[in-house]
């Protein structure tokens, strides 16, 4: 592999946004590949808004929506990088990547293969490492977070979100009903436990309360008119107030994730 080579990113979250950053920061060439309606709540640190937006930036990278490769060559000559909408890797045969990574975090494998790439890395449960992929990494907050699997999966999906400021499930919030998000408050938004964060619009007609159980900032929420099923995620509450700048930085694990798949790549690169 050399330097110039390309890394295709299979989504583009926070977590994916985190593996990104640190790809593009050591001087590598990347490219994302996202569905055509993102659903991202840490929409701050999500390079995926660019899909919505035209383009976005976290922490100094500028990403940029492209139609195609060709026009993906322009923004690499901008040093920024490319989001391509392409949820099942069509562009792959053509653009040869010499690694890929799934950073989806779907909690399961959405067709990403050993074939797509020399070396292929998944963030996550959902793969087996040596099988489906040749590399998994762990996710999960705690000890082994960030740990480099090459025989195995990750720790399977617990349901639970890790515990910030004393809190775990309490400061995810989930969509009571299906129907269409809308937004009463934005990301970095003070709430109080209680309180309405959005409304849910129902086929019916209907508006439906989301509310928040815990008080702290809103650290995340998904767009304004985005179609939702019941329990579908919805947002992120994060009860330390003097965290707020939080809201646009990516996070301690999402770092902690990038550093291990910036390993692997490196490791790679110096074959």
Known sequence: MKREELIVVRGGGDLAT????????????????????????????????????????????????????AEAEAVWAENAVPVLVDPKGACLPKAKPAVLIDAIIAKK?????????????ALGPGFVAGRDVDVVVETKRGHKLGRIIREGAAAPNSGVPGIIGGYGAERVIHSPAAGIFRNCHAIADFVEAGETIAELETSEGGRIPVKTQISGILRGLLRDGYPVTKGFKVADVDPRREELENCFLISDKARCIAGSVLELVAAQLWK
């Open 18 to 69: 985190g593996t990104i950053h640190r790809l593009w920061s050591a001087g590598l060439r990347v490219l994302v590949l996202e569905a055509e309606h993102p659903a991202a709540i840490r929409r701050q640190v999500s390079l995926c808004e660019a899909v919505y937006e035209g383009e976005t930036t976290v922490e100094g990278l500028r990403a940029v929506r492209a139609a195609s490769l």
């Open 109 to 121: 494998n959405l067709g990403t293969t050993r074939a797509m790439a020399p070396l292929t890395i």
